[in-house]
Protein backbone atom coordinates (compact mmCIF):
# COMPACT_ATOMS: atom_id res chain seq x y z
CA UNK A 1 0.00 0.00 0.00
CA UNK A 2 1.44 3.65 -0.78
CA UNK A 3 1.14 6.42 1.64
CA UNK A 4 1.05 9.85 -0.16
CA UNK A 5 1.88 13.36 1.71
CA UNK A 6 1.22 17.13 0.01
CA UNK A 7 4.22 19.33 0.30
CA UNK A 8 3.41 22.96 0.20
CA UNK A 9 4.47 26.59 0.58
CA UNK A 10 3.94 28.13 4.11
CA UNK A 11 1.67 31.03 2.76
CA UNK A 12 2.11 33.05 5.42
CA UNK A 13 5.71 33.67 5.22
CA UNK A 14 6.10 33.12 1.32
CA UNK A 15 3.49 35.59 0.35
CA UNK A 16 4.06 38.23 2.80
CA UNK A 17 7.75 38.28 2.20
CA UNK A 18 7.22 38.12 -1.89
CA UNK A 19 4.63 40.56 -2.11
CA UNK A 20 6.01 43.78 -2.60
CA UNK A 21 3.39 46.81 -1.99
CA UNK A 22 0.07 44.74 -2.26
CA UNK A 23 -2.37 43.56 0.08
CA UNK A 24 -3.13 39.64 -0.63
CA UNK A 25 -4.41 37.04 1.31
CA UNK A 26 -3.98 33.02 -0.14
CA UNK A 27 -5.85 30.10 0.56
CA UNK A 28 -4.65 26.95 0.98
CA UNK A 29 -5.88 26.68 -3.28
CA UNK A 30 -3.89 29.42 -4.38
CA UNK A 31 -0.51 27.77 -1.94
CA UNK A 32 1.10 25.74 -4.97
CA UNK A 33 1.43 22.01 -3.47
CA UNK A 34 2.88 18.34 -4.94
CA UNK A 35 1.40 14.75 -3.42
CA UNK A 36 4.82 12.54 -3.00
CA UNK A 37 3.68 9.11 -2.72
CA UNK A 38 5.86 6.55 -0.24
CA UNK A 39 5.75 3.30 0.75
CA UNK A 40 5.33 2.91 4.13
CA UNK A 41 7.47 -0.32 4.37
CA UNK A 42 10.87 1.97 3.54
CA UNK A 43 10.72 3.74 6.48
CA UNK A 44 11.54 0.16 8.16
CA UNK A 45 15.27 0.91 7.12
CA UNK A 46 17.34 3.51 7.60
CA UNK A 47 18.26 3.48 4.29
CA UNK A 48 14.44 4.09 3.25
CA UNK A 49 14.14 6.78 5.56
CA UNK A 50 17.08 8.87 4.41
CA UNK A 51 15.90 8.29 0.84
CA UNK A 52 12.23 9.22 1.61
CA UNK A 53 13.39 12.87 3.31
CA UNK A 54 15.97 13.74 0.51
CA UNK A 55 13.19 13.19 -2.07
CA UNK A 56 11.17 15.56 0.59
CA UNK A 57 13.72 18.14 0.42
CA UNK A 58 13.99 17.75 -3.82
CA UNK A 59 10.49 18.55 -3.80
CA UNK A 60 10.43 21.28 -1.60
CA UNK A 61 12.98 22.73 -3.83
CA UNK A 62 10.57 22.65 -6.42
CA UNK A 63 7.22 23.96 -4.95
CA UNK A 64 8.96 26.28 -2.70
CA UNK A 65 10.63 29.77 -4.76
CA UNK A 66 13.89 29.93 -6.65
CA UNK A 67 16.46 31.59 -4.21
CA UNK A 68 18.39 34.11 -5.66
CA UNK A 69 22.29 34.29 -4.98
CA UNK A 70 21.98 37.69 -5.61
CA UNK A 71 18.83 38.83 -2.99
CA UNK A 72 19.79 37.37 0.58
CA UNK A 73 16.39 38.04 1.38
CA UNK A 74 15.21 36.20 -1.16
CA UNK A 75 17.38 33.58 -0.57
CA UNK A 76 16.56 33.36 3.09
CA UNK A 77 12.48 33.19 2.25
CA UNK A 78 13.49 30.35 -0.25
CA UNK A 79 15.29 28.24 2.63
CA UNK A 80 12.82 28.83 5.27
CA UNK A 81 10.26 28.12 2.67
CA UNK A 82 12.39 25.12 2.26
CA UNK A 83 12.29 23.68 5.95
CA UNK A 84 8.99 24.12 6.98
CA UNK A 85 7.88 22.14 3.90
CA UNK A 86 10.11 19.47 4.74
CA UNK A 87 9.15 19.91 8.28
CA UNK A 88 5.16 19.75 8.08
CA UNK A 89 5.26 16.22 5.71
CA UNK A 90 7.65 14.74 8.46
CA UNK A 91 5.43 15.69 10.90
CA UNK A 92 2.47 14.71 8.88
CA UNK A 93 4.15 11.04 7.92
CA UNK A 94 4.46 10.54 11.72
CA UNK A 95 7.57 8.08 11.40
CA UNK A 96 10.43 7.82 14.22
CA UNK A 97 12.71 7.57 11.83
CA UNK A 98 11.89 10.55 9.50
CA UNK A 99 11.79 12.19 13.52
Same mark, same amino acid.
Given at each position: ?????????? &??????????????? &? +?? !? !??? +?????? !????? *? +?????? &??????????????????????????? &??????????? *?????? +?????
Amino acid at each position: MRNKVVIGMI &AGCLLGALSVGTASA &A +SA !D !DVP +SVVVKY !DPQSL *A +SEAGAR &ALYQRLERVAQHVCPEASGRNLETLEV &ARSCEKQAVAH *AVRAIN +SPRLA
